[in-house]
């Protein structure tokens, strides 16, 4: 089996490097240097990258990184890249062979409008679409996009693993608890969460299970959520949807 390791790099991203015998993946790696510094810690060789989507803090290290490694690159077929890459989309499969790791590629648009997950092995690598008790913004793509990508990765098993690239998970928590105060896993994850950071570990990986119980933007189907958003902006329409789209706001300004 592989061994997942959280890179940090810049201020709250995590670069994820698998490996096993040897080899390695990475994925989004934004910034070269850590991942190298692990690398040859480890004396690993670096066969593939993985790319979620375009933004620079998940794609800035490639060059760097393919000036020392041949890695194969792995990035959406909807957005476009200046870097040699096989583009991958919704309902592909790629076999990490050094890893005996086997990917589906799910194409989850919202935070841009190509933006892809990888699924595979119990594990979910999910770039900036699902945080940790929380989701990514929307820059190119509609919150209703948005909400329909995080429907599918909300029916994924509940012990899937969720491997976000941004230490976020504090503060999503906070935003939370606005919305779910009475939620009693919620306030157990809390100080779980402040436990680890205080020790200086990463509040990742999340699983989804975890995140059912404890993400507003999977629980905008709930009464508690709905009536949250209700007092907190009037809104009249309360499907799921509706409510998702208001919880987005809410998060925006908080």
Not at 93 to 104: F, S, V
Request: charged content about 20%; hydrophobic content about 40%.
């Amino acid at each position: 089996m592989f061994e997942v390791i959280p890179i940090p790099a810049f201020r709250d991203n995590y670069i994820w490097l698998l490996h096993r015998d040897g080899h390695a993946v990475v994925v989004d790696p934004g910034d070269a240097q850590p991942v190298l510094a692990v690398l040859y810690a480890k004396q690993l060789h670096l066969d593939a990258i993985l790319i979620t989507h375009h933004h620079a803090d998940h794609i800035g290290g490639v060059a760097e990184l393919l000036k020392t490694f041949s890695a194969k690159i792995y990035a959406p077929r909807k957005e476009n890249y200046t870097f040699p890459h096989q583009a991958v989309s919704e309902g592909e499969h790629i076999k990490l062979e050094g890893l005996d790791l086997d990917l589906a590629v799910l194409e989850t648009p919202g935070h841009t409008l190509g933006h892809v997950v990888y699924y595979g092995a119990n594990s979910l690598f999910c770039g900036d679409t699902l945080f940790s008790c929380g989701c990514g913004r929307l820059f190119e793509g509609s919150c209703q996009q948005l909400y329909q990508s995080l429907q599918r990765l909300a029916a994924l098993p509940p012990e899937t693993l969720v491997y976000c690239t941004h230490e976020y998970t504090r503060h999503n928590i906070r935003f939370a608890r606005t919305l779910d105060a009475d939620n009693v896993e919620l306030a157990l994850r809390a100080s779980d969460v402040e436990q680890r950071l205080s020790q200086g570990q990463p509040s990742l990986p999340s699983t989804v299970g975890n995140e059912l119980a404890t993400n507003p933007f999977l629980r905008c189907h709930t009464a508690t959520i709905r009536n949250a958003v209700m007092m907190q902006t009037g809104i009249t329409d309360t499907d799921p949807e509706s409510v998702f789209c208001a919880v987005r706001q809410l998060r925006n300004m908080f």
